[in-house]
């Protein structure tokens, strides 16, 4: 069965969203999050966060779990909330504590819609930083995925001399919170948006039980949907079933 479009009423914000809902009987649910998308372009602030490419959409069509959310963040895809009301929530408080509080309310009530149970996370860019925060914040978060990762805005901002996020809450802040539950951290070699040692310095701030960070020859925006099935199978999949990661 294919994905179909949904939206979650989460007020004040509307998060667009794709649903495939493929065994009735399924009690563990997929969540793929969008990256940041076109939410600030050449330093400036978009009218329009809506990503041209859906990174984390082409991701997750090519999952084979049978029930799987599709999330896009604040404002993409929802041409009614974008403007001066809305421009923060994709750009300084793209990781905010409301941000946060609008997808674990979206993700709850796809798993109403679905009777679902337990949680695999995975969040692509950006929207790995928001894996992370609500992996912190639930108790049904079964693994967690990054792919190309924002995990501490700290760190980032300060080897990117970025201006800071205020208003945004670190992934890395609370990371003692999720040290239990299995993760995996892909990054591009090549990823200049989000350098490689984003992950290794994520892995200093617990005692993760279950930690894996895995090379991938790419950059932030390339070849991901084209490696992404071998990375589902080598690494993923098993870690999902419990069995070790193949090598």
């Given at each position: 069965?294919?994905f179909?479009?949904?939206?979650?009423?989460?007020?004040?914000?509307?998060?667009?969203?794709?649903i495939?809902?493929?065994?009735?009987?399924?009690?563990?649910?997929?969540?793929?999050?969008?990256?940041?998308?076109?939410?600030?372009?050449?330093?400036?602030?978009?009218?329009?966060?809506?990503?041209?490419t859906?990174?984390?959409?082409e991701?997750?069509?090519?999952?084979?779990?049978?029930?799987?959310?599709?999330?896009?963040?604040?404002g993409?895809?929802?041409?009614?909330?974008?403007?001066?009301?809305?421009k923060s929530?994709?750009?300084?408080?793209?990781?905010?504590?409301?941000?946060?509080?609008?997808?674990g309310?979206?993700?709850?009530?796809?798993?109403?819609?679905?009777?679902?149970?337990?949680?695999?996370?995975?969040?692509?860019?950006?929207?790995?930083?928001?894996?992370?925060?609500?992996?912190?914040?639930?108790?049904?978060?079964?693994?967690?995925?990054t792919?190309?990762?924002?995990?501490?805005?700290?760190?980032?901002?300060?080897?990117?001399?970025?201006?800071?996020?205020?208003?945004s809450?670190n992934?890395?802040?609370?990371?003692?919170?999720?040290a239990?539950?299995?993760?995996?951290?892909?990054?591009g070699v090549?990823?200049?948006?989000?350098?490689?040692?984003?992950?290794?310095?994520?892995?200093?701030?617990?005692?993760?039980?279950?930690?894996?960070?895995?090379?991938?020859?790419?950059?932030h925006?390339?070849?991901?949907?084209?490696?992404?099935?071998?990375?589902?199978?080598?690494?993923?999949?098993?870690?999902?079933?419990?069995?070790?990661?193949?090598?």
């Open positions: 069965m294919g179909k479009p949904t939206v979650f009423e989460v007020a004040p914000f509307r998060l667009a969203a794709m495939k809902d493929g065994a009735a009987a399924a009690k563990e649910l997929v969540v793929y999050v969008e990256g940041d998308g076109r939410g600030v372009v050449r330093g400036r602030v978009a009218a329009d966060p809506t990503p041209r859906a990174m984390g959409f991701l997750a069509v090519q999952d084979p779990a049978p029930t799987v959310l599709y999330l896009a963040r604040i993409q895809f929802q041409t009614g909330q974008t403007g001066a009301a809305y929530f994709w750009s300084n408080k793209r990781l905010s504590g409301e941000a946060v509080e609008a997808a309310r979206a993700v709850d009530q796809a798993k109403a819609r679905l009777n679902s149970e337990k949680i695999h996370l995975i969040g692509y860019s950006g929207g790995g930083g928001l894996a992370v925060l609500l992996a912190e914040r639930r108790r049904d978060v079964l693994t967690l995925t792919v190309a990762g924002l995990l501490d805005i700290d760190w980032w901002v300060r080897e990117k001399r970025f201006m800071p996020l205020a208003g809450l992934p890395a802040a609370q990371a003692v919170r999720l239990h539950i299995p993760q995996i951290h892909f990054y090549e990823d200049a948006v989000i350098p490689p040692g984003m992950s290794a310095h994520f892995r200093t701030r617990a005692a993760f039980s279950n930690y894996r960070r895995v090379a991938v020859e790419t950059d925006w390339n070849k991901w949907p084209l490696l992404w099935p071998e990375l589902l199978r080598q690494y993923v999949l098993p870690q999902r079933s419990g069995a070790a990661p193949a090598d």
